[in-house]
């Protein structure tokens, strides 16, 4: 008898955990696409800084990298429109 409720209880932690998975896989695909960057212009000293800030968490890029080093979403850098 025992046996059987043991059974159950490891089913349910099993689904359980198969839907945390579901989950962290939904994140994970939401990273892989590409996502645009936040241009900002900023003044300083009569210099144009232009940045790009990450979408998700909001750190800023200096150089084109595919992905983001901090939270790794993935990155769209687009067409530069001068
Ligand atoms: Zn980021």
């Known amino acids: ?3 059987r409720i ?3 209880a490891r089913i349910q932690v099993l689904e359980n955990e ?4 579901k ?4 994140a994970l695909k939401d990273k892989e696409i590409p996502k645009k960057l936040l241009k ?3 003044f300083d000293g009569g210099f144009v800084h232009k940045n790009n800030r990450c979408p998700k968490c909001k750190s800023i890029h200096y150089t084109e990298s595919l992905c983001c080093a901090t939270c790794g979403q993935r990155l769209d ?5 001068e």
């Open 1 to 3: 008898m025992g046996e």
């Open 6 to 8: 043991d059974l159950l």
């Open 77 to 81: 850098w687009g067409e530069e429109d």
């Open 18 to 21: 198969n839907q945390q998975l």
């Open 23 to 26: 989950q962290e896989n939904k």
């Open 40 to 42: 900002e212009i900023s």
